[in-house]
């Protein structure tokens, strides 16, 4: 019989197997693996440091990577959280990994103890991988076979038997990160000038380059690619910046610097950020728009006008945030 005969779901008292119960969570989750929300299962340093670590409550994916189990997911929820040991170092500095690994002794090839109680388990745990080198960012380098996700990695120096906070690097994924992309265009109606000579920051273009956006409630990233097409420059050399204001978070500054003279000339420009999205931000309502910096070293202006075209690509996603949870 080539078929798990089996399929999900059968009515008349059929029996499921385990794999196929399998095979759903793994085709619920894409065929990926990782925490499921932005804050879950977050490894942090304890209120006191101490000999240990403490793991927020969260949920996961893990793909099942024993013998002959394709297409097969385990689902797992920490609904409390976890605390785990961390052994101090002698006179060398080690690194450890924090994984969430499924020891389950029933799967086909593996060799993990049976518990004493199989109708409670527990299945799931979460492990301390010591001495890894101190490059490693996924279990998969270490131990490739075993069934689990990893969490964080802890570097300890030497003599040292309390864990601190700057000493985790968080190395969650999440299993299907939400992403959302928007385009949002410009279009002057008219001639706008801006001139040189103040050695300041202006709200300009102004209303083209200007848009209501709103901020996805599960979204704590934003990267926005803003291009002015047919930007123009008048009158002599030009020395500006320009950059993306998104809610009052300020973007990374361009340089707009030209020496082509004191001919009219167009040309591209190019505004690109990844920010962070604060909690207090998401599910609201927020402004992108542009400004403009005039150097006084540099005396020519800069325009647009019907000719130019104003792009904003947005695109918000989220990933794991060891502030939240």
Known sequence: MPWDSVPWFTEGGAEHSSEVARLLAYAAFGGAEGVVGIGDLAVR?????????????????ILNRSLGSPYQAYAARLPTGDQVPIAAT???????????????????????????????????YTRVVSGVPKTT??????????????????????????????????????????????????????????????????????EPARWNIDVPQWANKIKIVTTLAGFRMTKADVFASMQNVFGGILGQNTAIDDDQGNATRRSTIVI?????????????????????????????????????????????????????G
């Open 45 to 61: 340093a304890l209120a006191t440091p101490a000999a240990a670590v403490g793991i927020t409550i969260g949920a996961c994916a």
């Open 90 to 124: 002698g006179v060398s500095a080690r690194s450890d990994l924090i994984i969430a690994r499924i020891e389950n002794p029933y799967s086909y090839g593996e060799t993990w103890p049976q518990p004493s109680d199989p109708k409670v388990g527990p299945y799931v």
């Open 137 to 206: 960012t996924n279990v998969r380098q270490v131990r490739p076979l075993d069934s689990a996700i990893t969490l964080a990695r802890i570097d300890i120096p030497a003599n040292t038997s309390s864990i601190t906070a700057a000493m985790i690097k968080d190395l969650r994924e999440m299993v299907r990160p939400r992403r959302e992309r928007r385009l949002y265009t410009g279009f002057p109606s008219g001639l706008s000038t801006l001139t040189y000579s103040d050695n300041k920051w202006h709200n300009w273009p102004g």
């Open 272 to 324: 690109a950020d990844s920010l962070n999205i604060p909690s207090s931000m998401r599910g609201t309502t927020q402004t992108l728009s542009l400004q403009t910096y005039m150097s006084r070293s540099e005396t020519g202006d800069v325009s647009v006008d019907g000719s130019t075209s104003i792009i904003a690509d947005v695109e918000f996603s989220e990933a794991p945030d060891p502030e939240e």
